[in-house]
């Protein structure tokens, strides 16, 4: 168990836990404290895994929970664009096992036949010494996946694919050191924005974006230079920054993550 040549030869360290409350939480408090990353925290399992919006994410042994410390890896301005960097790391690396079926689910999820199977959730705080700390974590349903949800949830192993958590992340711990290297500190956003379309689920299809207290029914149109969802509307094409997608056939109540 670890990280593989590729990975710890340009400088990723690992630490992995029996039990946290959050992955993301400890690599917060570790960006806080100075740790300069990058830094991958994994844990066999959370007490208080989380998602967006504060959001439960259940996590019991046999899945994937890791956390990736970055510092000062991106200005403020492009940070958001490491969730789109994630997304198509953690698509490639899903899709070895399951093929095309593998998609993204704008903004940060991943999908099997309309079911969730992983989530993405990015936080950043400031360094006790004012540099800047991001955080990539990630959920992945290996062996189990929660029942009783409001939306369809989905396993590896429910499509034949026994990947073991700590093989998964060194697969995906190297993917995602390769698409940050192309992604260059955001000037390479362009090469990330045309392979994460390459993954994206529901585009050229009708959806509902939810925002809050507010719907929207459109098109999904793809996404523009700065990684917002553009939806097409009797009222006129759309921009989104934030928001649930709700694809046709996928009951949900908004993602965990």
């Given at each position: 168990?670890g ?17 946290l ?17 990058p830094?991958?925290?994994?844990a066999?399992?959370?007490t ?16 994937l ?13 492009r940070a958001p664009?490491?969730g789109f ?9 899903l ?7 593998a998609r993204?689910?704008?903004p940060?999820?991943?999908?099997v036949?309309?079911a ?12 006790r010494w004012?540099?800047f ?7 992945v ?35 995602l050191?390769?698409w940050l290297?192309?992604?260059d500190?955001?000037r390479?956003?362009a ?9 994206a ?38 921009t ?6 709700f ?11």
């Amino acid at each position: 168990m670890g990280l593989t040549a590729p990975v710890t030869e340009r400088g990723y360290r690992l630490e992995v836990f029996d039990n946290l409350g959050s992955t993301n939480d400890e690599a917060m408090a570790r960006g806080r404290d100075g740790d300069p990353g990058p830094l991958w925290i994994r844990a066999v399992q959370q007490t208080g895994g989380k998602g967006r919006l504060g959001r439960q994410w259940v996590s019991p042994v046999g899945n994937l929970y890791a956390s990736l410390l970055l510092v000062d890896a991106a200005t403020q301005d492009r940070a958001p664009e490491l969730g789109f960097v994630a997304g198509v790391a953690l698509a490639s690396t899903l899709s070895r096992f399951l093929g095309p079926e593998a998609r993204i689910k704008w903004p940060n999820d991943i999908v099997v036949g309309g079911a969730k199977l992983a989530g993405i959730l990015l936080e950043a705080t400031q360094t006790r010494w004012g540099g800047f700390a991001c955080v990539i974590g990630v959920g992945v349903n290996c062996a189990s996946h929660p029942q009783g949800l409001p939306y369809p949830a989905t396993d590896l192993a429910s499509h034949g694919a026994a990947v073991a958590p700590d093989d998964l992340l060194e697969f995906f711990a190297e993917e995602l050191a390769g698409w940050l290297d192309q992604w260059d500190e955001g000037r390479g956003f362009a090469q990330i924005r045309a392979a994460w379309l390459l993954f994206a689920a529901g585009m050229g299809e009708t959806a509902e974006v939810a925002m809050g207290d507010q719907r929207i029914k459109g098109i999904l149109r793809g996404l523009d230079e700065r990684g917002r969802l553009l939806v097409d509307t009797e009222a006129g094409l759309r921009t989104i920054d934030a928001g649930d997608v709700f694809l046709p056939g996928l009951i949900e109540a908004g993602g965990q993550l």
